[in-house]
C-alpha cells in the first residue's frame, strides 16, 4: 500500500510542476543503501545524477545519491 499511495503523491508532485512550465527538473536526495527508495525512484524516471559524500550528518552510510527527474 506504501507504494501505491506513495506513486500517486509523486505523480500529482510531477503533474503540478509540468503544469507550472517553469520548472525542468525535479531533484531529491536518498541515502545510497536505500535500495527500495532508489527502486521506487528510478520506476518513476528519476535517474542517479551525483554521489554527494557526507551528506548526513548523525546516520551511517554519511553518503547520498542526487537523483533528478527530467520534466522535459
Not at 503540478?16 to 518513476?44: R, T
Amino acid at each position: 500500500m506504501f507504494f501505491f499511495a506513495g506513486g500517486m503523491l509523486l505523480a500529482h508532485v510531477v503533474k503540478i510542476a509540468k503544469e507550472d512550465g517553469n520548472i525542468d527538473s525535479i531533484y531529491l536526495h536518498v541515502q545510497v543503501n536505500n535500495e527500495e527508495a532508489l527502486a521506487f525512484y528510478q520506476k518513476h524516471g528519476f535517474r542517479i545524477k551525483e554521489r554527494k559524500e557526507h551528506y548526513y550528518k548523525r546516520i551511517e552510510p554519511a553518503d547520498a545519491f542526487v537523483l533528478e527527474k527530467d520534466l522535459n
